[in-house]
């Protein structure tokens, strides 16, 4: 029968790691109090009750209790009395206090520290080992066993330096997770202002003319209806595209202008649209967002312009594409700068673009211009 209960072992270190965590200066104490037994004993008895011996072993043990507080400190204190012990006892005896201090101070102090404890600590051991142990392995012995301590406390020092750097490492990524989906946040926000927004408009516009054409120009009514149907199919579908439902949808590009401008002029607004110089094949990024801008210019001269004309023009240049949209409108005092504009700005912005929105020199109208750096030309 197998069974799932936890091994002795399992149980001590689960409490090992429980007291360390949560009372380190307890186990600190437990600690000393071992290592203090263990250097007076022998075969379970205290070997030697003479005071100065006895005293020398706790000066040698004690410290531990504090040697996550002062490594190096703590370390010179066990070693005196390491020393002090092995010198009133007249025979080497095993300083475990000084073990546990040289892998506390390898394990948590600078460099400059281990080197000191370590040199001090093999000076110790070849002046005791010569003084009352003529034996040469024993140094051989006993430097391996300090050896292997200080190399277990510069392990430990790796791992948790290691663990720190995994850390800080995850949480930076959580960082740049958290920031690249508040862009993301972002970026659908602006997208989804600029097409409700744009849709909307036209809809109301086409939707308030439509009764009063029906009776006059049933020929205009129609279209204002079939414009209303078109502008709201186009709008659903570029919100599915926008929050991810049809990722198959190609974003808005360049291509999408003359369509906009052709929908904009079913609400009675006279929009030409011009292109000077050569075309080039520009960024997803680009067009997106010269897109973006013509659209949301196209509607807050139709929201708030009360414009009768807009002008789209792209300009091409080996440098750059420039897009100015220019309306006849009531300018700047009636066209807040709002979502829309700051929209507009942050998506040039982030193409590595200019942006200016404003009443032109005449005083009269609003012009929009937004300067995009061709790839290799900035």
């Not at 404890?117 to 110790?124: E, K, V």
């Not at 277990?152 to 750097?165: E, F, K, P, T, Y």
């Not at 973006?292 to 080996?318: C, F, I, K, M, Y």
């Amino acid at each position: 029968m197998v069974s799932f209960a936890p091994s002795r072992s399992a149980t001590f270190r689960a409490l090992a790691r429980w007291v360390t965590a949560r009372h380190p200066r307890v186990w600190d104490g437990a600690i000393a109090v071992v290592c203090f037994v263990a250097t007076v004993a022998e075969r379970g008895a205290i070997s030697d009750r003479r005071p100065v011996v006895l005293v020398c072993a706790l000066v040698s043990a004690l410290p531990i209790v504090w040697r996550r507080r002062a490594p190096f400190t703590v370390a010179l204190v066990c070693g005196l009395g390491a020393v002090g012990v092995i010198a009133a006892h007249g025979e080497v005896n095993w300083p475990y206090g000084q073990l546990v201090a040289t892998y506390t101070v390898a394990a948590s102090s600078p460099v400059a520290a281990r080197a000191v404890i370590l040199a001090a600590t093999a000076a110790g051991i070849v002046f005791n080992q010569q003084a009352y142990d003529k034996d040469p392995g024993s140094i051989l012995y006993t430097g391996g066993v300090f050896a292997t301590a200080f190399a277990l406390g510069i392990g430990a020092r790796a791992h948790r330096d290691r663990i720190a750097l995994l850390e800080e490492r995850a949480l930076r990524h959580a960082e740049e997770r958290a920031a690249a989906a508040a862009r993301e946040r972002e970026s659908i926000a602006r997208d989804m202002h600029d097409i409700l927004a744009h849709s909307i408009s036209l809809i109301a516009v086409q939707a308030e003319a439509g009764p009063l054409l029906t009776h006059r120009t049933p020929d205009r009514a129609a279209r204002c209806f079939d414009t209303i149907s078109e502008t709201a199919h186009d709008a659903l579908a570029q919100l599915r595209n926008t929050l991810g439902v049809l990722r198959a949808g190609p974003p808005p590009d360049l291509v999408g202008i003359p369509a906009l401008a052709e929908r904009a002029r079913e609400t009675g607004l006279a929009v030409a649209v011009a292109e000077h110089g050569t075309p080039v094949e520009v960024g997803p990024e680009v067009a997106a967002a010269a897109y973006r801008v013509v659209q949301e210019s196209l509607t807050n001269a139709v929201r708030h312009a009360d414009a009768e004309a807009v002008t789209v023009e792209l300009g091409w240049s080996p440098a750059g594409l420039r897009v100015e949209i220019a309306d006849d409108g009531r300018g700047v005092n009636t066209v807040r700068f709002g979502n829309g504009l700051t929209g507009m700005r942050e998506r040039v912005v982030a193409c590595g673009g200019g942006f200016h929105a404003g009443t032109p020199a005449g005083g009269t109208g609003f012009v929009v211009t937004a300067a995009f750096p061709i790839r290799g030309h900035r």
